[in-house]
């Protein structure tokens, strides 16, 4: 039935295009149109978002007028009343531009036959490319009425959780929609609409994205994405099922499954039950891939390194990105730590929400995103994660905020928070009699900005003017308001879960010293020298017998900056996990390990330091990776001579060798030949250094005897055995000719500068060889020509080289300087 016109002709607005109403069929609707629709036994007004086929059936997605958008859904023709008019999507009114393009169309083909016959000049000049301009978010914390923020500058920028204070009583369901908590502030429509307006461009790169967040801070940088449909039907996680609120980009083939299986500890996905349970039976994970920093009697908080596990951590922002409707692109995990809260019981580790933060945020900012999942919202969870991100702060001495701009839901659930605190704080000052305090102390309390503060204590109506002073007033209006919300908690038998700080063992703040060191280390702006010198500094911290209160924050704080992108600083890293001699930095090092995305001569290092420490209990891990032939061959090499120094460590026969005292400190990969009545000369040890048919572990052991003879160096046998040690330059294991040059930086001999420079000048060499003979000639820094030949490689090809020599430099420097002791820094 053809649609008709309610417009009148001749009315003022007769040109504006009208909204045409009419009878449908299943044939003639198309997407904008709006029609009555079943749902849950009522009929309904509902747009047309999309059309689909599914199984042969077509299929509409429609959003439900005046309803939240997470009720949006896709139904059958069935459910969709052709009976009644439908009203079809208006016209797009043609804009004075678009007509005088068109009039100047008409004109350029009149003219066009006369145009042939003149040269055409347009295609000499190359047409101006239009840019693109987005004005900056307002902050909702803006207290002058104007605009000051300036954007974001750091990568990957992601919002806080809409759903922070949302929750559905249904788990199976989606939000009602006289749910306060599924109230939608945000409106899409008005989003699309500057989508279709905006100018047109092509797709970004993957570079081009991610360059974009972080020079703009925007969570979507097609306007159009937030508009687009839900994908999922429904999920699964453990026992729950779960219907989605928003679009993600899981693969397309996901589309058409009315169940995706997803595992709650590893978070892959699976579209059939069949493939999911393989998976179970497969899957060992059964807590989030991170360092467990805080655990009580109700949850745990595990703390995740996007770079370091990127799979993971892709795969909670699919996961949370379904039931948040601005969220950053999944693959820029990069610069994020993910904050993930688990609640226990016998079969793991269950996620139940998370946030996220940068892990160098030039604004300050503690969160960068934050969410509750649906199963397990309304029941406080919310309130706790704001709650950890903020002693978190406090562990780290900072003033912390979440990313601006919140999103309208966002800043309810904070401004919850923030109110709660502050009036909780304001109530205990006065109790305890104190003076009135300033915003700025309540920050500091509350490891909160000013800004914030001064925020919520406006919109309680908090401040008065005094005196020339902004004065803090506890208003009765206020405390009625706290005493019903908590009335309302005591009413329904809500658990209150509140953090302890004392387990929160993040960061030892007890002592200054270590967490000094621990910023210098960890700070990428940093000079590499200087963190250098930041690192062995806690290496002696960390290996003091006996231990002592700084032992554990000295491990913790070396092992925190394996988030570096550097590849030298973390192969030092695990060095000196190792060389520390204690059990706490084996979890660290063994998940360096574990990670086959981290560069082979890190993982090499902590294979060698896990032999270091004798850990037994490392040895399936370390014969797993041995036996894998997709392996890094430096990493296998590695952990066969960790295995053998284990299980010497521990047989009858090594505890019965009698060994050399050696004038080295250090724990080396392989202790040196046992003392016999007879001692080995130089030549035997040679040929045991050079028989390739040998063990790695044995020629090793030959290379440490050599080494002993060297020392000190004003021995008759000193130049003879850093001859025969030289020879081993021409051994073919890269790992065996490393460990030479290791051991010439620890003789600091002059007769071994010959070969190191060789070494380092062959650039088909090796680099973890030409790096570890960059440092070896640091060692040696205070002889002639030394310094000079390391600057020959300042700009060499290999970055562990250049950085190898930025080392080596800074500790020739030592050398000359006459410091007693390369590894003390200041600390202020």
Not at 393 to 407: A, D
């Amino acid at each position: 039935m053809a649609p008709r016109n309610d417009g009148k002709d001749g009315e003022k607005n007769a040109d504006e295009p009208k909204a045409e109403r009419g009878y449908a069929t299943l044939a003639t609707l198309t997407i904008g149109t709006k029609a009555v629709v079943e749902k849950d036994d009522e009929k309904r007004r509902a747009e047309i978002l999309s059309i689909q086929t599914r199984k042969g059936r077509p299929t509409y997605y429609v959003h439900y007028e005046e309803f939240n958008k997470r009720l949006d859904e896709w139904v059958s023709a069935e459910r969709i009343d052709l009976s009644q008019e439908v009203e079809w999507p208006a016209p797009e009114k043609p804009d004075n531009k678009s007509k005088q393009k068109s009039a100047q169309s008409k004109a350029q083909q009149v003219s066009k036959t006369d145009s042939k016959s003149q040269p055409n000049k347009s295609h000499q000049k190359r047409p101006r490319s239009a840019t693109v301009t987005r004005e900056p978010s307002e902050t909702p914390f803006e207290l002058s009425g104007k605009s000051s923020r300036r954007q974001s500058r750091q990568g990957g920028k992601e919002n806080l959780d809409p759903t922070v204070t949302l929750a559905t009583e249904e788990i199976g369901g989606t939000p009602q929609p006289d749910d306060e908590s599924a109230i939608d502030l945000v409106d899409m429509q008005e989003a699309a609409i500057a989508a279709k307006a905006a100018p047109d461009h092509g797709p970004y790169s993957r570079e081009e994205e991610i360059e974009k967040l972080r020079t703009g801070g925007s969570m979507t940088q097609n306007q159009t994405e937030i508009s687009r449909v839900r994908n999922l039907e429904r999920i699964q996680m453990g026992p729950y099922e779960i219907e989605p609120w928003y679009f993600s980009p899981y693969p397309a083939e996901f589309t058409d499954c009315d169940l995706v299986y997803i595992c709650e500890f590893c978070l892959c996905y699976f579209g059939n039950t069949t493939q999911f349970g393989r998976h179970r039976k497969k899957c060992t994970l059964f807590h989030p891939p991170g360092n467990e920093i805080y655990r009580d009697d109700n949850v745990s908080f595990f703390e995740i390194d996007g770079r370091r596990q990127r799979t993971w951590c892709r795969n909670l922002c699919l996961l949370s990105k379904l039931f948040l409707d601005h969220k950053t692109l999944y693959y820029d995990v990069d610069p994020f730590l993910f904050y993930c809260m688990t609640v226990r019981n016998a079969h793991g580790h269950h996620l139940v929400g998370y946030f996220s933060k940068e892990k160098e945020s030039a604004e300050g900012y503690n969160v960068a995103c934050i969410l509750t999942l649906p199963q397990h919202q309304r029941k406080g969870y919310g309130k706790l994660l704001i709650q950890f991100s903020y002693e978190l702060s406090k562990v780290e001495g900072k003033l912390g905020s979440p990313e601006k701009p919140l999103s309208d839901l966002g800043l309810l659930g904070y401004r919850a928070y923030w109110q709660e605190v502050i009036v909780d704080l304001l109530l205990e000052r006065e109790a305890e009699g104190s003076a009135i305090i300033s915003p700025e102390d309540v920050g500091l309390s509350l490891a909160m900005t000013t800004n914030d503060v001064l925020h919520t204590l406006q919109n309680l109506n908090m401040v008065r003017y005094s005196n020339k002073t902004h004065v803090i007033v506890l208003t009765e209006a206020v405390l009625e308001q706290r005493d019903r919300q908590k009335e309302k908690e005591r009413a329904k038998g809500k658990r209150v879960i509140e953090v302890d700080p004392a387990p929160l063992s993040h960061e030892h703040d007890s002592d200054p010293k270590v967490l000094a060191l621990r910023k210098t280390l960890t700070s990428e702006s940093a000079a590499l020298a200087k963190r250098f010198r930041a690192l062995f500094s806690l290496k002696h911290l960390a290996a003091q017998k006996p231990a002592t209160s700084q032992t554990v924050p000295a491990i913790e704080a070396i092992a925190a900056a394996f988030t570096s992108p550097s590849a030298l600083l973390k192969h030092e890293l695990a060095y000196c996990l190792g060389q520390s001699g204690k059990d706490d930095a084996i979890p660290y090092l063994r998940a360096v390990i574990e990670d086959r995305a981290e560069d082979a001569m890190c993982r090499h290092e902590a294979a060698e330091a896990l032999g270091a420490l004798n850990d037994a209990g490392s040895l399936n891990l370390l014969r797993q990776r041995r036996d894998d032939p997709e392996e890094e061959e430096v990493v296998r090499e590695t952990c066969d001579i960790a295995i053998e120094r284990i299980e010497w460590e521990r047989s009858e026969a090594g505890r019965a060798e009698r060994l050399k005292q050696s004038d080295f400190a250090s724990i080396d990969p392989a202790p040196p030949l046992a003392k016999t009545t007879e001692t080995q000369s130089i030549p035997e040890l040679e040929r045991s250094l050079l028989d390739t048919s040998l063990p790695l572990f044995q020629r090793y052991r030959a290379m440490f005897a050599l080494r002993d003879l060297a020392s000190p160096p004003d021995l008759p046998t000193a130049v003879p055995a850093v001859q025969a040690l030289a020879r081993g330059f021409s051994d073919p294991s890269a790992l065996f000719r490393h460990e030479i040059a290791f051991v010439f930086g620890q003789l600091s001999h002059p007769a071994s500068i010959p070969s190191l420079v060789e070494t380092l000048s062959d650039t088909k060499e090796s680099s973890m060889v030409r790096h570890e003979a960059a440092e070896a000639l640091g060692s040696l820094g205070d002889e002639a020509g030394v310094e000079d030949t390391l600057r020959k490689f300042v700009d060499d090809p290999e970055q562990v080289v250049r950085d190898s020599i930025v080392v080596a430099l800074d500790m020739a420097e030592f050398e000359r300087s006459g410091q007693p002791e390369y590894a003390t820094v200041s600390v202020a």
